[in-house]
């Protein structure tokens, strides 16, 4: 067989390459600061151990510690340190300010995650960004949850029930049952705005798309690769 294979003119090949520059000239001109500023600097914090559904007190309090210990030593200059999916570390940190031997953390924003049972009385999958220097929070909440590690349908709980698996069921719902409260605009710090999302919620554009169109500039997928073969995060 003879292979003819027809080389692209000089021209197209220039103009391709020219589309391209431009695409990325104009990518990183929507992403940095307009006046020229350095733009936000991000710290992404790991833990190098598999996740737990159901946590302990002792392996919830040494979570607590390594991320206290990696949060304290990340580059100064930091603005924004991220933690990896469902650390619950801020939860730690309110309770240790409630009762008053927060520790001393550096000045910067904390994106961290977790189940959380709102004042409504229902179980959230929620994302808290907060900043350190202000001593503020502002939260979001997963929209596209998981079957079964995220909620169970109506339909699947009266077959646990029925078949005599009650209790599981209900330390199911209790820990695992999360509610959709519907998420507002994305988190502002100083003069960017971030609009994070959890994990599976990747798989859906649509997210993305809306934080777009709500004005984030920085995007942010909080995840845990432990749940992947084990994989640590």
Not at 4 to 11: C, F, G, Q
Not at 25 to 43: A, K, Q, Y
Not at 208 to 222: M, Q
Request: with cysteine; proline share 5%.
């Amino acid at each position: 067989y003879v292979w003819h294979v027809r080389v692209p003119s000089l021209r197209r090949v220039l103009v391709g390459v020219g589309c391209i520059g431009l695409t990325m000239w104009g990518t990183v001109s929507f992403v940095l600061p307009s006046d020229g500023g350095e733009g936000m600097r991000i710290g992404l914090v790991t833990l190098y151990r598999p996740a737990v559904l159901f946590p302990s007190e002792e392996r919830t309090k040494a979570v607590f510690d390594t991320l206290f210990e990696r949060i304290t030593s990340v580059v100064s200059g930091t603005d924004v340190v991220i933690l990896p999916e469902d650390s619950r570390f801020l939860s730690g940190l309110h309770e240790r300010i409630a009762e008053g031997n927060a520790p001393l953390l550096p000045p910067v924003a904390i994106v961290d995650s977790g189940a959380v049972r709102e004042e409504d009385g229902r179980l959230y999958s929620r994302i808290e960004t907060y900043d350190v220097r202000t001593n503020t929070a502002q939260f979001s909440y997963k929209q596209y949850l998981m079957l079964f590690g995220e909620y169970m349908p109506s339909v699947y709980q009266f077959i646990g029930r029925v078949v005599g698996q009650r209790e599981a069921v209900a330390m199911l719902l209790d820990t695992r049952g999360f509610d959709r409260k519907r998420t507002g605009t994305p988190a502002v710090l100083d003069s960017a705005s971030m609009w994070v999302l959890l994990c599976s919620e990747a798989m859906s554009p649509t997210l993305y798309v809306d934080g777009a169109r709500r004005g984030a500039a920085v995007f942010i997928n909080l995840a845990s690769h432990s749940w992947f073969n084990n994989s640590h995060t």
